[in-house]
């Protein structure tokens, strides 16, 4: 008997905790220390899930219904990711598939990921932290079948289209900013890798990043520019949801994540994201499979907005 309402007590503690989780990412707090939380609103929303699940199965019914609650808060703070408003797609046009990867510096395969751009056959391919391994095998590949390449230290864009304008910005956080001359109309491609929030780095760091790529990218017709990157913070955040707001640019659906990647699709954080502005429209955004990086690849096609 003792057992049993030892674990009624620990299984109610746990659903308040989850209910104040979500209460927590439904308010979206917006202070450098306040959104981390609202960072994992996914991973959250599936322990939500499986709590309410397993409580339901053991009769404890209200804790299982403070957990459904719980998943019902985590859900709608979760919603703007899933769905995000987008122009309409002129799906007359030819689209650009683009794929972005984060390789991690100490990824000891990184020509793996070779298979999946075969698979997709992208148009574009950009990546970050590319180390010496994955510049001398993957890009050495990648050059062998798309012609035009851009580079910022460790960050490369390849493509099938002709590249103008490189533009690195080497302080401060990591940007490089090309032009895409693309048969539906050229745009402007952003590949960047943000700093992780805190507190993993200072309070301020992510926010002045943020604010530092916003101001960079309103000189580069943001209604024609394609960001892609490795933001470490989320779409349903509030760090990433003001700067898309104040930019005007659209995330690409995100319902699957890309970090950590060996981690099942539920419980997996999307911190690597693709950003268009209202010219331009995103589609069939995916997640890609593992090879040794501690993120999964993104593909999404672009096309002009109706």
Known sequence: MLVLRLFSFLAFILSLALLGMGALCLLDPHGARGY????????????????????????????????????????????????????????????????????????????????????????????????????????????????????????????????????????????????????????????????RPWPFSAPGDQPRQLERLGADLRDEQPERTVLVGDFNTTPSASGLKDFSRDLGVFAAPAAVGTWPAVLPAPLRIGIDNAFAGQALSLRNRKAGPYYGSDHRPIRVDIYPAG
């Not at 580079?151 to 080497?170: G, M």
Request: aromatic share 8%; hydrophobic share 50%; charged share 15%.
């Open 36 to 195: 981390l939380i609202d960072i994992f609103t996914a991973p959250l929303l599936s322990v939500a899930l499986a709590a309410a699940f397993v409580l339901i199965q053991l009769r404890q019914r209200a804790s299982a219904l403070i957990s459904l609650l719980a998943a019902g808060l985590l859900g709608v703070g979760f919603w703007p990711q899933i769905n995000p408003p987008q122009p309409p797609t002129d799906t007359k046009a030819t689209p650009v598939r683009l794929i972005f990867a984060n390789l991690y510096a100490k990824n000891e395969t990184p020509q793996r990921l070779l298979d999946w751009v075969r698979t997709e056959n992208p148009d574009v391919v950009a990546i970050v932290e590319a180390g010496p391994l994955a510049e001398a095998t993957l890009a050495a590949k990648l050059r062998q079948t798309y012609p035009h390449m851009a580079r910022r230290y460790d960050t490369f864009v390849f493509s099938r289209y002709p590249l103008t304008r490189p533009r690195a910005r080497p302080i401060g956080y990591s940007l490089l900013t090309v032009e895409v001359a693309a048969p539906a109309g050229a745009f402007h491609l952003a590949v960047a890798h943000l700093t």
